[in-house]
């Protein structure tokens, strides 16, 4: 029992301190937007983040499905390359996802809150996409995972949170709570970043990381040319947002096609059993 009890603190005790890094990372803007700026600055932050945290739902399902399901197929042959799609797969999924969200969260300020609240549209965008960072590491560390070591977890969030938490004394005074948005999404970054560095030394996994990279800033981008130019252009509001969705999946698919062809030509094959199957 003793040596058993000894694995599990070498395992579990790195988690608590990445909790404390958590709450840094999570939390203490709001401590910089009410010092630098105001309450209604503090109120609008905060609304962005529970408006933006409802994509953490669709996140924290696909989490719980995908980890007890991981460690149940690990040791397969087919288990790397299978993980690999599933990473190129999440980033398409909850790109596309975020990048919905984004495009509608002023009609999602609209529907949960009033017309004061309606400027903290853009704030909540961007918090859509830093919200889709941490599931990352779900997927791309594994490898620290089966060989029970949680110290990469920890020396990345502590990483992120200590980015971010110098990025809020530079950004917030002159952005207000875009600039803490924007110092959140990058902290959120580095988490992944070094998380897949480590697993990949432990357990390496045929990942498309360029792909992903590519994919996850296509999404945002497209998000931030619809805030700064979207009012210029001469079409109707909701067909443009038809239009950047349609944009996005397609180049992304092509995208798959030349970088990932597996898996481009698996999804290929599984719409066409469906369309099979309703006839």
Known sequence: IRDRLKVMLKFGLPLI???????????????????????????????????????????????MAFIPFAFSIYKEPTAKPFFAKVLSLYTLGTSFAALCFALFSKELLMLFTQEEYYTAAYTTGLLFFSNTLFGYNHIIGIGNSIAKNNWPMAKSVFSGAALALVLFFFFIPKWGKEGAAVAIIIGYAIIPFYNFIKAQESWKVPYKPFL??????????????DHYFGQEIEINYWLLRIYYLLLFLISSSLLLKLLHRDIFDSLLGFLKSKKTDTK
Do not use: H
């Open 17 to 63: 301190p990445t909790v404390l890094a958590f709450w840094v990372l999570n939390s203490s803007s709001s401590f910089f937007i009410d010092y630098y700026n105001n309450k209604t600055e503090l109120g609008l932050f905060q609304i962005a983040l529970t408006i933006s945290a409802g994509i953490t739902m669709i996140i924290n399902s696909f989490r």
């Open 212 to 225: 992903c990279i590519v994919i996850w800033i296509w999404s945002i981008a497209i998000f931030l040319f």
